[in-house]
């Protein structure tokens, strides 16, 4: 029933959504956000001042009085699964506030309470030339969303803690929402912040955006987890696990500058399993190691690679071959356009 009526929805969030707002929407990505926000930082004249947004339990607390007052869609139904309650360890438990608990809706119900804010703040803090001190006003306070994470730019931290500030909070108390006093900071683009697994940091009035120290942890943990939890299986089956991983997270980080973190992340990888090799052969000497898992494979000497049964169509040994991030290649990423949708008619061709 959800889905039936999200086909219904969807072009009308679409058509209502924040041209700079990311998640959850058809065509676009973190990529589009991401790039977005190097069109705003990384010009010489740009805002060098940056609130860091975060909305405390934002799907959890959405007011129901304000999804049903303006989301247009059933409200009869819309009712019914705002109120239907969840079930946890077969007990029944209440909902008065939130979207509905894993419901496909959800997501669109959240970007339709959280959009009108980027006109807001346009409207609020617009470019204007004030006569009486002949001064051209630019607040440059610019906001890039994507779902309940988000930043706003600005010309300095008076505007964004005095001003801006208070038009969010103002905005989000109508919707039942708040910011988390803990994760909202403002910060200054040389200080660098992070952003959907990125940081971004302007070095000599250069914008470098790279992988954040924190998701590229939390990918190696991932990594080492997988070899911990495959101390005894065999050589290829840790290879497939692990090639879906690295291709996900070398993907999801290849726009940005990131040439030295895939570089440091080989290496640590690398380091793992040779402690998976070593921990597997204890009396083994570490050349037999080298030459039972790592083989040449055109310039790359140290391949981890398995050798499989049978043959490749040119009648060669066939080899399963661990994916490296240094082999993926930096490519800039070309934004979406903003007011494109991808429900219009008129926008067909360019999608």
């Known amino acids: ?13 679409e058509t209502l959504g ?52 303006h989301v247009r869609t059933d409200t009869t139904v819309l009712r019914r699964w705002l109120r239907a309650g969840y079930v946890e360890s077969r007990t029944w438990f209440a909902t008065e506030a939130g979207t509905p608990q894993g419901g496909i809706i959800s997501p669109t119900l959240a970007n339709l309470a959280l959009d009108g804010l980027e006109e807001l703040l346009q409207r609020t803090f617009p470019r204007k030339w004030e006569q009486r001190s002949m001064v051209l006003r630019h607040p440059k306070v610019h906001l890039v969303r994507y779902a309940d994470d988000f930043i706003v ?14 038009v969010i909070e103002s905005f989000l108390r109508e919707r039942g929402l708040v910011l988390s006093t803990e994760k909202t900071k403002i910060t200054h683009v040389k200080d660098g912040f992070d952003f959907l697994g990125q940081n971004l940091r302007k070095f000599g009035g250069k914008l470098l955006i790279r992988p954040s120290k924190k998701n590229t942890e939390a990918f190696l943990l991932k990594i080492r987890s997988i070899l911990k939890t495959n101390k005894s299986a065999a050589q290829a089956n840790v290879i497939w696990q692990l ?109």
């Open 18 to 69: 924040d041209p700079n707002s990311y998640g959850f929407r058809v065509a676009r990505s973190t990529a589009d956000a991401i790039e977005e926000c190097f069109v705003l930082l990384g010009r010489p004249d740009a805002a060098e001042w940056v609130l860091e947004g975060d909305i405390k339990g934002c799907f959890d607390h959405i007011s129901h009085e304000w999804l049903l007052a």
């Open 153 to 166: 730019t600005g010309a300095s931290r008076e505007i964004l803690e005095n001003e801006v500030r208070p």
């Open 1 to 13: 029933m959800q889905a039936l009526h999200l086909l219904a929805l969807a072009p009308v969030a």
């Open 243 to 351: 090639n879906p991983v690295i291709r996900g997270w070398v993907n999801y980080h290849r726009h940005v500058t990131a040439s030295k973190a895939f570089e440091r992340v080989d290496w640590a990888i690398w380091e793992s399993l040779w402690y998976w090799a070593k921990r597997r052969h204890r009396k083994q000497s570490l050349r037999w190691l080298a030459r039972r898992y790592w083989h040449a494979f055109g310039s790359r000497n140290w391949t981890f690679a398995a050798r499989l049964d049978g043959e490749n169509s040119a009648g060669q040994p066939d080899w399963l071959r661990l994916h490296y991030a240094t082999d993926t290649k930096i490519r800039r990423h070309l934004k979406i356009k903003a007011k494109a949708n991808p429900f219009d008619p008129e926008w067909s061709r360019y999608f």
